[in-house]
């Protein structure tokens, strides 16, 4: 099974190709989503599931795992459901209509992803930056990245990081779209590349010839990376 390890689940899936295989919009959008788990419990976790949340569910379920947790990085309906540009995608919404499962987002999301997917707040487990989110023996660690989104978070598990659209291998979130700040982006790409140059890389898009990369490879060859100083970051990307 692709990334498997004996003591960790790790699945990264295609929106268009792996799940939600004949939705146009899936296949254009090229979300990645993700199951993380513990082989040990056979308990896991989903990743932004949206388009088709029942194929995802319906994975783990083959692989002989049960979702206990749904964990988001961020507000906009490709990622979790809701409203976009006019659609209404399924996601978190119909995730709960099927299973009683919390919905982990940063604190400061909240309002936002209420209001794309007309959620009410006990749906919600807020968490904060730093927070660890237990599946079995394997714990992921919530990193608060705001910019693209004021309640972005990316999660960190075994050297692994899935960094949602704060960062792709090439490129970075926008922050045009409510809620966006290129100062704050800025910050967060820092502290991100603070991190192991060993950790691997797994995006929320698959914007690039390869689905993950080594950190060390991305710092190289991402432009996002060449700007030294606050200034230059928002002079070139701002
Ligand atoms: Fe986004």
Redesign the pocket.
């Known amino acids: 099974m692709a990334n498997q390890t004996d003591d960790l689940y790790f699945r990264q899936l295609l929106s268009g190709r792996d799940f939600a295989k004949s939705d146009e919009v899936a296949i254009q959008m090229r979300n990645f989503s993700y199951l993380i788990g513990d082989p040990q419990s056979r308990r896991c976790v989903v990743v932004d599931p949206a388009y088709a949340p029942n194929d995802l569910t319906q994975i783990a379920a083959d692989d002989g795992y049960e979702i206990e947790a749904v964990l988001i990085t ?1 507000y ?1 309906a ?2 979790c459901g809701g409203r976009m540009m006019g659609m209404n995608l399924p996601g978190i919404a119909e995730v709960l209509d099927e299973m009683n499962v919390p919905i982990v987002i940063n604190r400061q999301e909240l309002e936002w992803v209420m209001k794309t997917t007309g959620l009410g707040k006990e749906s919600f487990r807020l968490v904060d930056g730093g927070d660890k989110v237990q599946i079995g023996d394997v714990s992921v660690t919530m990193l608060h990245t705001p910019g ?2 004021p309640g972005s978070q990316c999660f960190l598990v075994r050297g692994r990081l899935v960094s ?2 704060t960062l792709f291998l090439d490129g970075c ?2 922050t045009d ?1 409510p809620g966006g700040n290129p100062e704050e982006l800025y910050r967060s790409l820092s502290s991100l590349a603070a991190l192991p140059n060993d950790t691997d890389l797994y995006p ?1 898009h698959d914007y690039s010839h390869r689905p993950h990369a080594l950190l060390d490879d991305v710092k190289q060859h991402n432009v996002v990376f060449r700007a030294e100083t606050l200034a230059d970051w928002v002079r070139l990307f701002g």
């Open positions: 961020h906009h490709d990622h693209h989104t949602g659209d979130g926008r779209l929320g």
